[in-house]
């Protein structure tokens, strides 16, 4: 099991920029993906950003895609989610998480997929 830690989660304007930190321990981070998910009361969490295993590949929602960046560094053991052009519609709880089995190749978008989650960060995006 590996545990996570996330923070750098807080309010800013609309059109603001936060950067969300993601810190791992407890087994060998380089091997396992890595995703952002978000939730908001009353609904699904859902899926924010994804990095593979060696940092060579990364997926985005469509609705982050070209605002946000999911990167890691395998020698930290951190993954960091940069948010940029932030929008009101962005407001939520986001949760660092980890995949279930290491150098996964297939799906990397549900939840199903991760099995340790960090214990979340609040953003707020105010208009």
């Known amino acids: 099991q590996v545990q996570l830690v996330e923070s750098g989660g807080g309010l800013v304007q609309a059109g603001g920029s936060l950067r969300l930190s993601c810190a791992a321990s407890?087994?060998?981070?380089?091997?396992?993906?890595m995703g952002w998910f978000r939730q908001v009361p009353g609904k699904e969490r859902e899926f924010v950003a994804a990095i593979r295993w060696s940092g060579g590949t990364t997926y985005y929602a469509d609705s982050v895609k070209g605002r946000f960046t999911i990167s890691r560094d395998n020698a930290k053991n951190t993954v960091a989610l940069q948010m940029n052009s932030l929008k009101p519609e962005d407001t939520a709880v986001y949760y660092c998480?980890?995949?279930?089995?290491?150098?996964?190749?297939?799906?990397?978008?549900?939840?199903?997929?991760?099995?340790?989650w960090g214990q979340g960060t609040q953003v707020t995006v105010s208009s």
């Open positions: 407890g087994r060998t981070f380089s091997s396992y993906n």
């Open positions: 998480a980890a995949d279930i089995r290491p150098y996964n190749s297939g799906s990397y978008y549900r939840s199903k997929d991760f099995g340790s």
